[in-house]
């Protein structure tokens, strides 16, 4: 082979010739590192297939399991939003939230229902939050267990929200 | 002429060797760990270590876990005893509670594949702006003895207009 290379090099009229050059070529091999197979999401998945959103909402008939597990979702969207909004009125330096509320001249029914609306989703996600840490144990996993504490848990939440809303 | 054979083979196997490698632990020269693969390859499990795309997600998992269990005291605690210092410790626990939960909110809706790769980079900074602006502005409400549990508790106190 370098003896073919060497010819090559003094035959000047070939040189160029590619049919030559390609039988002259020396091949290197270099190792590298491999490089692991690219691993497609969920959703590019889905779209290579042109499926649907899975669960496909708009079809899916809503069940306790799905509704409580958003609900657990938006109440604590919503009580982020309180804590922000108290975070965000205190870091401006305005501390009159309570003397504004008491300016409103809020009649019983408005101020249950103000009451209420800090007292239901605090409720919901405080007694949804500790079905979720039994199922984090490994507890009341199954279909009828996830349905009976789903019940219990709604019935315990509208209890302690009405509590908490009437009684302090 | 062999040797860079047996190093285009070894370079061959090395989606083996990387994952025998994480398993085994042995440090072995390529051409070593060529003859080993060779003669092994039926003892060498190549299955992929099960774990999120981003990495190991236990010790953050864990830690909520503890912090959700935590604040099941910390909440009746801070609305029972009227003190700063439950109120300092309500508001990092509740901000941390609210950050790690909108966290996987914004990972969860704020998808790559639904708004680009910039959206969601400016969403996970900006909840990051927004949890730390929070947790300043309760530890001020603390720090002027207005925390969340006392001003919650005042709100409670008003007295209907008629």
């Known amino acids: ?168 | 002429m062999a040797l860079s054979m047996l190093l285009r083979s070894s370079s061959r196997l090395s989606p083996v060797l990387m994952n025998a490698s994480r398993i085994s632990c042995a440090p072995v020269t390529p051409i070593l760990a060529n003859k080993i693969a060779i003669n092994n390859s039926r003892q060498i499990s190549v299955s992929p270590i099960r774990q999120s795309a981003t990495g190991n997600h236990v010790a953050l998992w864990q830690a909520e876990r503890a912090l959700s269990v935590g604040l099941l005291g910390i909440v009746p605690v801070s609305f029972l005893i009227e003190s700063q210092a439950s109120e300092y410790l309500l508001s990092l626990a509740l901000v941390m509670h609210f950050h790690w939960g909108l966290e996987a909110l914004v990972t969860d809706y704020v998808r790559e594949e639904l708004f680009g790769s910039l959206l969601p980079k400016v969403s996970h900074v900006l909840l990051a702006l927004i949890s730390a602006a929070t947790l300043a502005g309760l530890f001020m409400m603390a720090y002027k003895d207005q925390g969340l549990a006392k001003t919650t508790r005042k709100i409670w106190a008003i007295q209907p207009a008629n």
């Open chain 1, 1 to 168: 082979m370098a003896l073919c290379l060497a010819r090559n090099f003094c035959n000047r009229a070939t040189i160029f010739n590619p049919a030559q050059l390609s039988s002259a070529r020396y091949v290197s091999i270099k190792v590298v590192p491999a490089t692991q197979p690219a691993v497609e999401g969920h959703d590019a998945r889905n779209a290579r297939f042109k499926r649907p959103q899975s669960p496909h909402l708009t079809i899916y008939k809503p069940q306790l399991t799905s509704m409580l597990s958003i609900t657990h979702r938006g109440t604590g969207i919503l009580l982020s939003s309180y804590v922000i909004a108290a975070g965000i009125a205190g870091i401006s330096g305005d501390f009159s939230v309570v003397s504004s509320i008491e300016a409103l001249q809020l009649g019983a029914a408005s101020l249950a229902a103000l009451k209420f609306s800090i007292a239901f989703p605090f409720s919901y996600h405080l007694v949804n939050g500790i079905r979720h840490l039994f199922w984090d144990m490994g507890k009341f996993l199954s279909i009828k267990e996830v349905y009976t504490t789903g019940y219990a848990m709604l019935f315990a939440s509208i209890v302690l929200s009405l509590a908490l809303t009437f009684l302090f």
